[in-house]
């Protein structure tokens, strides 16, 4: 499956953040503040805020943070529509287009532990665990769980390439 990664238009940006307030996905997916959001459309040098398009459909989000740093951290992704492998294709070329700087090392995301699917597709695309951090988040329901800090390091992508 082909896609790209391109810069979400306005109209796209309701369901993004509609994602985001999901009550299904209160333990599992941050609300980026709109300021925050909005600094990275408006193209601040440490975050970017990115869409997944398959056939010109918007099927997958990325938060970018650290971007200006050696480290850039996917902060939230989500995948719009799931069971179609956009969340894998999605998170490839992630890695793919990240990895096109040479100044960045690692890419690393934090997830909730027990999120089996979440897990399980970052280790598909090649990440793998690098700490357990106990109690390390209190999701919009109150709980506070278990995060699985996770890296990708770039260099293992870059190699891969044709």
């Not at 009550?23 to 941050?30: E, N, S």
């Not at 890695?95 to 700087?101: L, Q, S």
């Not at 970052?122 to 988040?137: L, T």
């Amino acid at each position: 499956m082909t896609g790209y990664w391109d810069v979400p238009t306005p109209a796209e940006l309701p369901r993004i953040v509609a994602m985001m307030e999901d009550v299904q996905f209160y333990d599992a997916i941050a609300r980026v503040p709109d300021e925050q959001l909005n600094a990275a459309l408006a193209g601040s040098r440490d975050t970017a805020l990115w869409v997944f398009r398959v056939d010109h459909k918007a099927v997958a989000y990325v938060y970018m943070t650290e971007m200006s740093t050696r480290l850039p951290k996917v902060d939230e992704f989500g995948v719009f529509e799931r069971g179609k492998g956009f969340g894998k294709a999605a998170l490839s070329s992630l890695a793919a287009r990240i990895a096109e700087t040479p100044d960045y090392e690692k890419l690393w995301l934090n997830v909730v532990d027990g999120n089996d699917n979440a897990l399980n597709l970052y280790r598909k695309v090649g990440f793998g665990e690098e700490k357990f951090i106990a109690k390390g988040w209190k999701t919009r329901s109150g709980r506070v769980v278990d995060q699985v800090r996770m890296w990708l390091t770039l260099d293992t992508v870059r190699g891969s390439a044709p």
